[in-house]
């Protein structure tokens, strides 16, 4: 029990990644070949998510590699926004797989020949949809509390399609054993259930692609931090208005660019203080703000009375 503690409290990203894809090459190797072996499309759809899943743990490890190095000459905001731009391959990836399977579901259905299967074949279909479960769902939580630590937005992604990858084989089991209770049904109950998956792996895919995509265009992060910024700089006395932030996502991290206006009768000495004084509140309300960067302005100003 020790042993099993101590394993967990150390498990990093790297320990994680190595965990994961042996994890996805064993799952999606037994799912697919057995899948295709017994012509149960539900399972061989599940198959093709853990491969899915491979793929993207091979993009993780290089994201999560790249992403740390520091910044330079070339890229002064650092390398963060590889995880943006990985975050989209991914759900890219995850909804041609899906567009592929959909298509292959509905040819087998409509010219697939029945098979026979032995007991032991049958068995072993239901273990390889069950053996997903409780593997996936370790892996979900180990990656997602390592994403929350080291504040990466790859691994997080990866987290969740640990989780949809739970989520598909509990369909699998349900419509593999549904087919074995009810012969009659098997057809059906295994285009249901491969749809059924498909349909969960492409709603990630589609949310995982439009986060990214919305990342690497700098949309404008929710409202709710917006106003969060401008409650904080309306703690300092001296700051008299707030423009409302630009705000810039890389990786899971935050770079602000803000106007605020202040007394115009204090020092720029002062001023200073205070831009400095408001970035370090910003910084350690929120966490995940990586930099302030403060254009100071004098209350009522006019740029268009200067002299030309």
């Given amino acids: 029990m020790k042993n099993v503690r101590f394993y967990n409290s150390v498990m990093n990203s790297s320990s994680i990644m190595v965990t994961s894809v042996i994890s996805n090459l064993v799952l999606a190797t037994g799912k697919i070949f057995f899948g295709i072996y017994a012509s149960n499309m539900t399972l061989t759809s599940d198959g093709f998510h853990s491969l899915s899943d491979l793929i993207t743990d091979f993009i993780t490890i290089f994201t999560l590699k790249f992403s740390k190095k520091p910044e330079d000459s070339s890229h002064p905001y650092g390398h963060r926004r590889i995880e943006n731009f990985s975050s989209f391959v991914v759900g890219v990836i995850l909804i041609i797989a899906v567009v592929l399977m959909v298509f292959e579901t509905f040819r087998d259905f409509f010219s697939g020949n029945p098979v026979v299967l032995s007991p032991l074949i049958k068995i072993l279909l239901i273990f390889w949809a069950l053996a997903t479960i409780p593997v996936k769902e370790f892996l ?18 990866n987290a969740w399609h640990h989780r949809s990858d739970a989520y598909s084989s509990m369909v699998a089991f349900v419509s593999i054993s549904l087919s074995f209770i009810l012969p009659q049904t098997k057809g ?40 969060s910024i401008k409650e904080i700089a309306s703690r300092i006395p001296e700051i008299k208005s707030v423009e409302t932030p630009k705000v810039r996502t890389l990786g899971q991290e935050f770079w602000i660019d803000m106007h605020v206006r202040m007394d115009p009768n204090i020092s720029l000495y002062l001023s200073h ?36």
């Fill in 140 to 157: 979900y939580r180990k990656s997602l509390k390592c994403a929350v630590q080291e504040k990466s937005l790859t691994l997080k992604a």
């Fill in 188 to 227: 059906y109950a295994d285009m249901l259930g491969s749809i059924v998956i498909l349909l969960i792996i492409g709603k990630i895919g589609i949310d995982i692609t439009v986060k990214g995509f919305d990342d690497l265009m700098d949309k404008s992060p929710p409202d709710s931090l917006l106003k």
């Fill in 273 to 308: 203080r205070i831009s400095h004084k408001l970035k370090d509140l910003i910084k350690d309300s929120v966490p995940s703000v990586r930099e302030v960067l403060i254009h100071t302005e004098p209350e009522g100003f006019n740029e268009s009375k200067l002299p030309k």
